[in-house]
């Protein structure tokens, strides 16, 4: 929004104040001021002269020789506007002086010389009227510089609309300049309006509210009997000025008096519509806005009708068939307010949303609607004192907001901020933003505003902001906290996240990635990965990627595709979320999941299986100081990107964790033929379910072990678990550990057997063990193996 | 004659050698039978007696320190089948394979280990939320426009894809408040966020957030403002300035919008600070009594701050990314920049 400083400062003295510190103070305390304009420095020596003759110009027909009386001298002067006539009275550009920023010289225009420039309205950016010369009224002695009777130069800001969302009182510059007179200690003024009381005993106008629920008040008034059709020209530059297009003088009127006070008024002509009814349709129509867009208007969108039709979109747009046009001489003005929410929701479905509109959202206070009328009424008069008011004021007042009272006392602000601010800082700041303050010593009772009670101030929190930031966020003292020391533990679950990202990336040179929690679909179709159904989201931006992924695989062999041209050997990670279908509450069972792929043309499918299941082996084992196990695992073989054999569980003490498994070839084929890519999950959640081990220390022996290898001949099917439960069977206090050291199949060996050796360590804690007690031990161990069908070779 | 020995030592400290050839020509030269220290031995027998003491030691270190020089020389060049004289470290013959952290684990971890010091606990919530903790329970009217469909992503059950981070305060204010009496409750909690919005380079609708609150019971906007400081100095490593506007958002009364001195052009206006020499870094503001009061906690007893950062933005500002579509990328040749 674009704040006028002279508009300010019809409403509180800004003299001998630095506008620049003041702005920014702005900032600081009310709103995010964007940019500064600094307005009419462009224009020197523009002064009031008087065409006293006109000749064709030689050369052009559209060019006129004309002489300026400019008081001092007469001018000669070439001028291409269409409406120059003796006697007219327009701004001067003297030689010297400045239009638009650009110097006035002498030139030859079409051979003829011109000391100066007649202007029009848009070279002075008084508006966007460029049709022919600016005429001014013959009042000033020739020669004044139009500066002297036109506010020209001016400061303008622009507040960024965002940050005054919750802000309804600063709509307009009435309540701007309420807050700059506080931050200025300076008083603010009174806004003068006409007494509408005087015309109680003319007629009402019939006004009827039939749907109460989207309104709070509804005020309007009759004027005829205006003749003037032109806003003065300081109202018109300041509309200008602040973004709004000058039009005529009773449009002007309502745009001024909503960026003065900050309401949206509506005049109708009053020939055109003579009642009010303010109420839905029954039915969806059609109807025509000012902007000659013919809308689709439905049952839900509030309507101000006449006693047929409708005239206007309720605090939206009115309608084209009753606006005023340069003919009317009487309206009907309209100053309401309108519910927020559904003006709101009315023009997002509508797409139209206006000034009214926008500053309907904001929840505007209902007691503004009489004051603006008035307002208005002064201002009309002040411009066409001819104008006769027609009706009483009528107004339809269907709710009201509550007063609003906050008790509160010295040592609940003194909590709040952590600093000292005097009560009687306290009791001036809140007067000078309208508060009602009565105080007792140190506490306070406060009734706040109508302007301020419509939402945005309703606990002491709220007076809160009030006192601090007109006392400066920059003059605070600032202090660390008093509290007792504690020491914190922090989530098991987070660290290890945090741990197996460093592992991963720093001991398994592996790249971390992110990548979203849907489905891209049309990426998983051009792979032929076909994933489960899932819950979707209902507004999706692109329809395809609307179901919530139920394992985070597809996303990364995705990325596998993306990077296979330029990366021969990848392994990527993700710890992120999935929604593994609906819970039985119906919420969806949200899971953190670690997904990891290894990638590579370089090692063999078998290689890249193997690296894949050590790092899973070490993952978990550096978190949990326990080795996970693999096992046959069915569910997973319904993914059609996991290999029909190639493919195994992961579970920790017996809790399933995820599993691993090679990329369905035919899914392979179509990603890249020559690389091997294979994946594994583990479900963190899951993970964390299993308490991680101490490491268990032992103490070593003073004695040498004898570490013994032997060379197994089992059946080729039979698993290492298998064969190392087995092993555990056996009994014996100096086997500290056994392991195996080479697994090979050969067509020498018996049909359908692979030989295992393994080598065992005996020790003792208290001497040497001897060889005989050795041998001892390995026979009883071949015996136990035996028992199982498992020879040595 | 000790003018000489001083002129050698200085000679001897400054031999050089390009090849073992090089080292036995040093070596005739300086120490054979006939080399300058022998010849200086023979001279040594007209030093007068007072002085033979003085001088004989000196020439004994001489002596042994053109041994020691010859030994270094001929070390150089004893390294194991290398002919060439040191290694060429600025050549890369066999790369070690580097793994890399994602850009945003790395900002996220640096920041919470900055508040794991400060005594934080770090929590977390789910991205699949609903509307009661992204909203109701923050104190959003019913008709606020956040819930509009086009800034939030709601699945058909119902639920929702968490917003903001602010999403999570009420599960910790029941976690882990009400603090006990004279301790405050200390949290900070990092996640992703989603908006319903169209991507560009400088738009993308999964983002991370991080949120931290503190509650107790005398807290206030002056330690607020203490504790943004020192955050920040922590975060960009210098002292920054700070500056407070006033900032509405419904969990928090007073709120504020903190700006920081622009980083880029440190407070005189450049493009990236639109001029201003500020940047809008970080919302935060007091906690709103409902807000506290939906979390089970006494507004009348405890206050406290809440504020939030946003870390896409912030590892975009470490890392001078343009772009912000890299995050989700997947792109590995840019991914395996981040080493740090």
Same mark, same amino acid.
């Given at each position: ?51 006293? !003759? %006109? ?65 029009? /309205? ?18 000033? *002695? ?13 400061? %303008? ?27 200025? +200690? ?5 806004? /003068? ?20 629920? +989207? ?67 029954? !039915? ?74 926008? &500053? ?104 809160? /902001? ?66 489960? *159904?899932?819950? &979707?989201? %209902? ?9 919530? &992924? ?64 050590? %790092? ?39 809790? *399933? ?82 392991? *195996? ?53 | ?108 971890? #640096? ?65 882990? $408040? ?12 990092? $996640? ?18 991080? #949120?931290?609150?503190?509650?107790? #019971? ?49 407070? #005189? ?72």
């Amino acid at each position: 929004m674009l704040i006028s400083m002279n508009w300010i400062s019809d409403f509180t003295d800004l003299r001998g104040v630095n506008l620049r510190e003041l702005i920014n103070r702005f900032t600081l305390s009310v709103a995010e001021v964007e940019e500064i304009y600094e307005k009419g420095k462009d224009i020197k020596d523009v002064v009031v002269g008087k065409l006293v !003759e %006109i000749k064709d110009h030689p050369n052009s027909k559209k060019l006129h020789l004309v002489k300026v009386d400019i008081g001092s001298e007469v001018v000669d002067c070439v001028c291409g506007a269409p409406n120059v006539f003796v006697g007219a009275v327009v701004p001067f550009a003297k030689l010297g002086g400045m239009v638009g920023g650009i110097e006035i010289k002498e030139a030859l225009i079409a051979g003829e010389p011109s000391k100066g420039m007649c202007c029009s /309205e848009k070279e002075l950016g008084i508006s966007d009227d460029g049709s022919g010369l600016m005429l001014l009224e013959d009042i000033y *002695p020739l020669g004044t510089d139009i500066k002297e009777f036109m506010q020209l130069e001016d400061t %303008i800001f622009e507040v960024d609309n965002k940050s005054l969302t919750n802000r309804p009182d600063l709509w307009g510059h009435y309540g701007i300049a309420r807050e700059i007179a506080a931050l200025n +200690k300076r008083p603010l003024k009174p806004l /003068e309006v006409a007494d509408t009381s005087i015309y109680k005993e003319l007629p009402q106008i019939d006004l009827k509210v039939e749907n109460s629920g +989207k309104i709070f008040c509804y005020s309007c008034l009759s004027i005829g009997s205006i003749t003037k059709k032109k806003s003065p020209v300081n109202m018109r530059i300041r509309l200008t000025y602040c973004g709004m297009r000058p039009i005529n003088l009773l449009a002007d009127l309502t745009n001024y008096l909503m960026l003065e006070m900050g309401q949206p008024m509506h005049a109708f002509d009053n020939d055109k519509v003579s009642a009010i009814r303010v109420r839905t349709l029954a !039915e969806p129509a059609k109807f025509l806005t000012l902007d000659g867009v013919l809308r689709d208007v439905d049952t839900d969108t509030l309507m101000i009708c006449d006693d047929k039709e409708p005239v206007a979109i309720a605090g939206i747009m009115g309608g084209e068939l009753s606006e005023i046009t340069e003919q009317t001489e009487s309206v009907l003005l309209e100053s309401a307010n309108f519910d927020a929410a559904s003006t709101r929701r009315s023009a997002v479905r509508l797409g139209l949303r206006t000034e009214a509109s926008a &500053r309907y959202e904001k929840t505007l206070d209902p007691e503004l609607t009489v004051p603006a009328i008035e307002r208005f009424l002064k201002l009309l008069k002040d411009t066409d004192p001819g104008v006769k008011v027609t009706s009483s004021l009528t107004d339809c007042y269907v709710k009201r907001y509550d007063t609003i009272n906050i008790s509160f006392d010295k040592a609940y602000v003194d909590r709040y901020t952590g600093i000292d601010i005097s009560s009687d800082s306290i009791e001036e700041t809140l007067t000078a933003l309208g508060f009602k303050v009565s105080r007792n010593k140190d506490e306070f009772t406060v009734i706040v505003p109508s302007w301020r009670a419509t939402k945005d101030v309703t606990i002491k929190a709220d007076i809160i /902001e009030e006192i601090t930031r007109v006392y400066g966020y920059d003059n605070f003292s600032l202090n660390s906290t008093m509290n007792l020391l504690t020491p914190v533990r922090q989530n098991i679950d987070r660290e290890n996240e945090y741990n197996i990202k460093k592992l991963l990336s720093g001991r398994y040179c592996m790249n971390e990635v992110h990548s979203y929690i849907w489905y891209e679909t049309r990426l998983n179709k051009e792979l032929g990965i076909i994933t489960e *159904p899932n819950v &979707r989201i %209902i507004n999706s931006l692109t329809a395809e990627n609307d179901t919530i &992924r139920s394992t985070i695989i597809p996303s990364l062999l995705g990325f596998v595709y993306k990077n296979a041209d330029t990366e021969p050997d990848m392994g990527m990670f993700e710890i992120g979320r999935v929604a593994d279908g609906l819970k039985e509450d119906g919420l969806c069972n949200e899971r953190k999941r670690l997904g990891m792929v290894l990638a590579s043309k370089i090692m063999s499918e078998e290689e890249t299986y193997y690296k894949l299941k050590e %790092i899973v082996e070490q993952l978990v084992f550096s978190v949990k100081n326990i080795y996970p196990s693999f096992y046959e695992r069915e569910d997973i073989k319904s993914y059609n990107y996991v290999h029909p054999v190639n493919s195994a569980g992961i579970s920790l003490q017996n809790v *399933p964790v995820g599993y691993f498994a090679v990329l369905n070839p035919r899914i392979r084929n179509r990603l890249d033929k020559k690389l091997n890519v294979v994946f594994a999950e583990i479900d963190l959640m899951e993970l964390e379910k299993v308490a991680a081990k101490e490491a268990a220390y032992r103490e070593v022996s003073k004695y040498p072990g004898i570490s013994v290898d032997l060379s197994l001949l089992t059946d080729k099917q039979l698993r290492y678990d298998a064969l190392a439960g087995y092993i555990s069977e056996f009994k014996c206090d100096y086997l500290q550990e056994f392991y *195996p050291v080479d697994v090979f199949e050969d067509e020498k060996l018996p049909a359908g057997k692979k030989s295992v050796t393994l080598r065992f360590e005996f020790v003792s804690m208290d001497r040497t063990l001897e060889s005989s007690e050795i041998s001892a031990m390995v026979d009883e161990l071949l015996a136990l193996l035996k028992s199982k069908g498992i020879e040595l070779r | 004659m000790r003018e000489k020995i001083e002129t050698l030592f200085t000679e001897i400290e400054r031999l050089t050698a390009n090849s073992l050839e090089e080292v036995e020509a040093i070596r005739i030269k300086y120490l054979s039978k006939k080399g300058i220290i022998a010849t200086l031995m023979d001279e040594f027998r007209h030093v007068p007696a007072d002085r033979k003491r003085e001088v004989g030691m000196k020439m004994n270190a001489l002596k042994q320190a053109a041994t020691e020089r010859l030994q270094q020389l001929k070390e150089q060049f004893a390294q194991n089948g290398t002919a060439q004289a040191g290694n060429d470290l600025s050549r890369t013959a066999y790369p070690v394979a580097l793994g890399t952290r994602h850009p945003l684990s790395i900002v996220r971890e #640096e920041i919470c280990d900055i508040f794991k010091r400060l005594g934080f606990t770090i929590a977390e919530g789910p991205e699949v939320e609903d509307d009661w903790h992204v909203f109701s329970s923050l104190n959003f009217a019913d008709d606020h426009p956040a819930r509009d469909m086009q800034d939030t992503f709601y699945l058909e059950n119902g639920q929702l894809l968490k917003t903001h981070t602010s999403a999570a305060q009420n599960t910790i204010m029941r976690k882990y $408040g009400p603090p006990k009496p004279g301790h405050a409750l200390k949290a900070l909690f990092p $996640g992703r966020c989603f908006r319903n919005e169209n991507i560009d380079a400088s738009h993308e609708n999964t983002f991370f957030q991080l #949120e931290g609150m503190m509650i107790g #019971e005398n807290i206030s906007i002056s330690n607020l403002i203490y504790f943004m400081k020192v955050l920040l100095t922590e975060v960009f490593e210098r002292e920054v300035k700070v500056r407070l506007r006033p900032g509405f958002f419904p969990f928090v009364e007073p709120g504020f919008e903190l700006d920081i001195n622009c980083v880029i052009c440190g407070g #005189e206006g450049c493009p990236t600070c639109k001029h201003s020499g500020w940047l809008e870094l970080l919302p935060c503001g007091m906690i709103h009594p409902n807000v506290l009061s939906m979390g089970g906690i006494d507004p009348e007893k405890y206050t406290g701050f809440a504020f939030g950062l946003g870390l896409t933005r912030l590892a975009m500002m470490k890392y001078n990314i343009r772009d912000i579509r890299l995050f989700n990328s997947g792109n590995l040749k840019q991914l395996k920049q981040f080493t740090r």
